[in-house]
């Protein structure tokens, strides 16, 4: 029961459970017809939804470790050519995703202008000028850079240190700069206007939910799942590893429910609180995945999340490039022009199922779509890498 592909079959499920949990929320029929669960926390507070971003997260970390071992955590120049092309390149498909989602919106948008076909190819390639600069991807890339450096650079018996030394001074920021205000106050929007410009943030009340500052803590955050890693990874009986994971898992989502009435557990500021919560229900999520699979053997469940879980960028990349290809190709129904997802929402589900029942089925549909591309991978044994 020691063997390194018993435990990264634990991690591959719930990478895949993650990931396919991402598209879930990230794509349902309508967004006013969502069931709470399935809805992020509009500021502070907690819900299942909340928790798909950070436990990737968190699994990068473990990801990190076992990446980086084969160079035995030394310097290189392979090693560090690998991680800043794995950030810039990272970096560089979340910006491609945002471009083309603003590509194809302001396309449609000029349909109805009287422009020439160039003129409106034109407009909408350049839309640089306020394209979204930071996202989901992004945030993975910079955290995962900036872990990956560390943990090449720093001694490792140092890095827990570290990790409390950035959270306390993220916890500092917060607390001398109104970082819990939801405005434009705050020193989260004030920093990410000042370098970012404001026509390059998400437009939330003046706060980047991925943005700059809050970065500091999700480095702290894939450092937490990158000392999980090397649990993950020492040659100890696996009842050990469980025993490790459920009491690392128990005693930081209990800190970081207790530190929650000092420090809200916010998801768009990323607050240390939050850092904590995810990380404990993370480990000891994995815990029982390892006990589920590892020690009881109960592996024939877990293939669908494992064809999401072995190339978990390209899945997620495939949803959101399918998403802005449902909402843009538009055509004519009953003398009504509607887009593809309005048609499989509107005209084929909701009539059926009602409103929310049809929102949540559109959603699970399309997380089938998306896995049956993976599955096809999946198959194959093709393992996309960057």
Aim: with cysteine; proline share 3%.
């Amino acid at each position: 029961m020691k063997t390194n592909n018993q435990r990264l079959l634990a991690l591959d499920v719930l990478r895949g459970i993650t990931i396919s949990g991402m598209i879930l929320v990230n794509d349902p029929g309508s967004g006013r017809s969502v069931y709470t669960p399935l809805e992020h926390a509009s500021w502070s507070g907690l819900t299942p939804t909340d928790l798909v971003f950070p436990f990737f997260m968190f699994i990068m970390g473990i990801s990190t470790y076992i990446s980086l071992r084969k160079y035995r955590f030394e310097y290189s120049r392979s090693a560090v050519w690998k991680i800043v092309r794995r950030t810039l390149v990272i970096f560089a498909i979340g910006l491609g995703l945002a471009w083309f989602s603003m590509f194809c919106g302001r396309w449609n948008s000029l349909a109805s202008e009287n422009v020439s076909f160039l003129s409106r190819l034109g407009q909408s390639v350049w839309t640089f000028d306020h394209i979204r600069i930071l996202g989901v991807l992004q945030r993975l890339a910079l955290s995962y850079g900036f872990a990956a450096i560390i943990a090449l650079f720093l001694k490792h018996k140092y890095i827990p240190y570290l990790i409390i030394s950035l959270l306390v001074a993220y916890t500092l920021i917060l607390l001398f700069g109104n970082g819990y205000e939801y405005n434009e106050t705050s020193i989260l929007s004030i920093v990410d206007r000042a370098v970012l410009g404001i026509q390059h943030m998400y437009k939330d009340n003046g706060i980047e939910p991925e943005g700059l500052l809050s970065t500091i803590p999700s480095i702290a955050h894939v450092l937490i799942g990158f000392s999980v890693g090397k649990w993950l990874m020492d040659e100890i009986d696996i009842r050990e590893k469980l025993l490790r994971l459920f009491l690392l898992g128990t005693v930081i989502t209990f800190l970081g429910f207790l530190l929650n009435y000092g420090l809200p557990i916010n998801k768009k500021v990323w607050s240390p609180t939050f850092v904590l919560v995810t990380c404990g229900l993370a480990s000891s999520f994995l815990a029982l995945l390892i006990w589920i699979i590892d020690v009881k053997g109960y592996k024939k469940w877990s293939r669908f999340f494992e064809a999401f879980g072995i190339n978990p960028l390209f899945m997620y990349v495939v949803a959101a490039i399918l998403n802005t290809l449902l909402n843009s190709i538009h055509f004519t129904y009953n003398g009504e022009t509607i887009n593809l997802h309005g048609f499989a929402y509107k005209i084929l589900l909701q009539p059926v199922l009602g409103d929310y029942p049809a929102s949540v089925a559109f959603a699970i549909l399309f997380v089938c779509l998306v896995w049956v591309c993976g599955y096809t991978l999946y198959k194959k044994k093709i393992y996309i890498k960057i």
